[in-house]
């Protein structure tokens, strides 16, 4: 009989990752690229050592309930909202994630998102396929000037922080909104000034949101927050969709209260407010944040990691509930 830990796997990896998990464990996997239904989890989940999984799956109590003896949820992400962590807490299952790898790379990404809405570059591109440009013209497509605005940064973590040597490089004002303040020499080192939020909003070109979602945080960004914006602000989120509410952004949208948006999330993936795919106001991405092959081929590896670790008894590198050792 084989001492290789039995791994469940809800869709395929990058191959790099696909090689460790082959060879260090047992494992069984989704045939598809597509999402699993909870039914096909239950099943898979049953009777393994550990379930790796992705920020599409669902793992609520349910799930966990289904095998009584597992000893690893490993999230493919470093947001971990998709999963009952207090459930899995209670039930003494290590809960991981895989942070640090995809920092860069989702802040390249809000940068991208923030200088497309900015400078109009998609929608730029879908005019030129159209085949109606009739060549240059001194008002086509005048869109805002990034290079020394202001940039307002909801949350300063790992990837908000990221965002500070991109902004730098851009010669903007950063200021920031963070559930907790740094100290004056952090601020005064990293060129960064706290606003409340309100001021936040009321002061910042660009509004770009990085705090995890949870019960404090869902809806933070709403009508009453669209509001206090400058008419000619864009916000970007490549954080979660549920941090904003969606409906009374497209309502932002359409009025002008606001001027564009960049998204990489939405409250309903991968539904969108219908409305959004019409405006020309917003950049729609696929939830592309840590969409690298590198990127992606190092969380794999960290997620395995994390997994193959809890699997053999040990403390997984990355664990989000470490309490269930206390
Ligand atoms: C994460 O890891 O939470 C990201 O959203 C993946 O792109």
Known sequence: MSDKPKIFLTRELPPETMAILREQSELTMNPEDRYLTKREIIEGVAGVDGLLCLLTDTIDDEILAANPALKVVSNFAVGFNNIDVEAA?????PVTNTPGVLTDTTADMAFALLLDAARRVSEGDRFVRTQAWQGWGPLQFLG???SNATLGLVGLGRIGRAMLP???GF???????NRTRLTEQEE??????????DDLLKESDFVSVHVA???TTRHLLGAREFALMKPQACLVNSARGPVVDEKALVTALQS????????DVYEQEPLLEPELYELDNVVIAPHLGSGTIGTRTKMGNMAAENCLAACHGQLPPNLVNPQIYA
């Open 188 to 197: 005064a080192s990293l060129n960064v000034t706290y606003c409340e939020l």
């Open 213 to 215: 979602l949870n019960e």
């Open 144 to 146: 805002s000037d990034v």
């Open 89 to 93: 807490t209670v039930r003494k299952i």
């Open 171 to 177: 010669s903007m004002k950063v200021l920031y909104w």
């Open 166 to 168: 991109r902004a730098h």
């Open 256 to 263: 002008g209260t606001i001027a564009g948006a960049g998204l």
